[in-house]
T-cell receptor, first 113, second 113 residues
Framework: GNSVTQMEGPVTLSEEAFLTINCTYT??????LFWYVQYPGEGLQLLLK?????DKGSNKGFEATYRKETTSFHLEKGSVQVSDSAVYFC????????????FGTGTRLKVLA | DVKVTQSSRYLVKRTGEKVFLECVQD?????MFWYRQDPGLGLRLIYF???????EKGDIPEGYSVSREKKERFSLILESASTNQTSMYLC????????????FGPGTRLLVL
């Protein structure tokens, strides 16, 4: 079946450090892949997405590349800020008629000044 | 700007009470979802609806029911609240089509005493 695995947190970084949050998936065909972010006390917001292999999604300095060969969609940012502290969720939308998205368990990021 | 609203941000109920959580979206989306979010478990789908009066069970429907009488409104009902239903509840909506984005409400934090 379809599944998403992301690295466990929490991840604690100093301001301006490089961020990687790993995400791998299992799915048939070519799912769409997403990163959502949840700031404290809020719902989830779409951060970026990619719909086919080798696509790169980017937003607010974050990037992720859809890698079919490694079934991965790792989130990266070159220089994190305190305001990036949040929980990050990797998700996939399976190919086909279902709209039942599959979410990872979330990775909490804490950035220290 | 797209908007998904939830009727309450915080709710405290007693065991055995009937609880209604409401979600409204203004994007004319066909699909709406209810998730619960618990630490370490990520988002788990309770129910979703792909049209008015249509619904499908998600991964954890036990103890919950839903109602969708109008396209813009999707209600989650806890028939008899129990302490293990204390959680964060998130509503989302999604347009039908290829690889669309789910839009989330701010969440309702429910405490059952």
């Amino acid at each position: 079946g379809n599944s998403v695995t992301q690295m466990e947190g929490p991840v604690t970084l100093s301001e301006e450090a490089f961020l990687t949050i790993n995400c791998t998936y299992t799915a048939t065909g070519y799912p769409s892949l997403f990163w959502y972010v949840q700031y404290p006390g809020e719902g989830l917001q779409l951060l970026l997405k990619a719909t086919k292999a080798d696509d790169k999604g980017s937003n607010k300095g974050f990037e992720a590349t859809y890698r079919k060969e490694t079934t991965s969609f790792h989130l990266e940012k070159g220089s994190v800020q305190v305001s990036d502290s949040a929980v990050y969720f990797c998700a996939l939308s399976p190919l086909g008629g279902t709209y039942k998205y599959i979410f990872g368990t979330g990775t909490r990021l804490k950035v220290l000044a | 700007d797209v908007k998904v609203t939830q009727s309450s941000r915080y709710l405290v109920k007693r065991t055995g009470e009937k609880v209604f959580l409401e979600c409204v979206q203004d994007m004319d989306h066909e699909n709406m979802f209810w998730y619960r979010q618990d630490p370490g478990l990520g988002l788990r789908l309770i129910y979703f609806s792909y049209d008015v009066k249509m619904k499908e069970k998600g991964d954890i429907p036990e103890g919950y029911s839903v109602s969708r009488e109008k396209k813009e409104r999707f209600s989650l009902i806890l028939e008899s609240a129990s302490t293990n239903q204390t959680s964060m509840y998130l509503c989302a909506s999604l347009n039908s089509g290829v690889r669309e984005t789910q839009y989330f409400g701010p969440g309702t934090r429910l405490l059952v005493l």
